[in-house]
């Protein structure tokens, strides 16, 4: 299979890792999302939503969105448990993720580390930026509590949010006052095959 | 069961048609999110995230996140295929809806409906309504090759994505130069058990 991706995108990271840490072999595709390469015809042929990461199989199907992704390559494996309840824990996290933690933490980074913080969008980075603060607080309430983020395994509940979080401080987002949320960037840095972004 | 919700929250409505088209039983308990009453205390020891649908059980579990609640509960049911390719396309137009399709329709529709647009939004709303019909687009042309989200058959990805485009026009966001998605509408509004928001 290949995965069409950027090698700084976080959702495009996510698959990465996943695909390694499942020793499934895949094609690297570089798509370069600055350069307006998804929004090609012959790219947007293929996601009509224009984005990375895509998963393009050998006889043409295509899917895209990250963290289905991950729920359809880590199925039948103990990154995706059967149990219904955990199950349920790592679909409220990857829908969470999606909407309240990279549309903050994630783009906080686009704007200061692909845009270069381009004064005009000062006041959005702000506001982006005290929302990825509420997002990661959260995070770090929930991790006082268990290893990971449905419970006491890793799952792909915490690969999808560790993509971006690992990278936060790269927006202007920093870490320090979270060491619950830090000692979990470890502990999934620790697991059996991980790989860093952009490797 | 008991699903806390507001009855003009289109998330809400979600978990409402799916359980009455399964024919569970469950206790709704009505949240007035303009009201803040999902940022009292006692809300956020539910859930931190403070936001509703929350579907809460009698041994006291929550589920927050609507559509990890509609894979939740329609898990065993034909709402919730099993076949992989087809499952993978249902968690594909879910993380759509939370990332392209909620942030615009459904954030269109609060600033006019809910909030009775404001001028001081006025630009804010001119840029979603134009996202939303992009989003829209996307859609209807998807449903013009197939009659349903996921493929041949009505699953939860239908009823995630009625919930705000139905209610579209209500941001000012009309569906007249849609009609492949008007009549999925219709489809969607026909399947047994059906029932209308707010009733």
């Given at each position: 299979m290949r995965v069409f991706g950027d090698a700084q995108s976080g959702n495009c990271y996510k698959v990465q890792l996943l695909l390694r840490q499942l020793g499934r072999p895949f094609e690297w595709v570089p798509v370069d999302v600055l350069k307006q390469e998804t929004r090609t015809p012959e790219f947007l042929a293929l996601n009509p939503a224009g984005q990375v990461p895509l998963l393009v199989w050998d006889d043409g199907r295509c899917l895209p969105e990250s963290n289905a992704i991950l729920l359809h390559v880590a199925e039948g494996t103990p990154l995706l448990p059967v149990e219904p309840w955990t199950r349920a824990q790592v679909y409220r996290w990857l829908f969470w993720e999606q909407y309240q933690h990279e549309p903050t933490v994630a783009v906080s980074r686009f704007i200061v580390h692909y845009l270069k913080n381009p004064p005009e969008q000062a006041e959005r980075l702000a506001g982006l930026q005290a929302r990825a603060h509420q997002a990661l607080r959260l995070m770090t309430e929930h991790l006082q509590r268990q290893p990971f983020m449905a419970g006491s395994a890793y799952t792909v509940a915490d690969i999808a949010l560790y993509a971006y979080t690992h990278v936060a401080p790269q927006g202007?987002?920093?870490?320090?006052?979270?060491p619950a949320l830090r000692d979990w960037l470890a502990r999934v840095a620790a697991q059996p095959g991980h790989s860093r972004m952009g490797e």
């Open positions: 202007g987002v920093h870490l320090d006052p979270y």
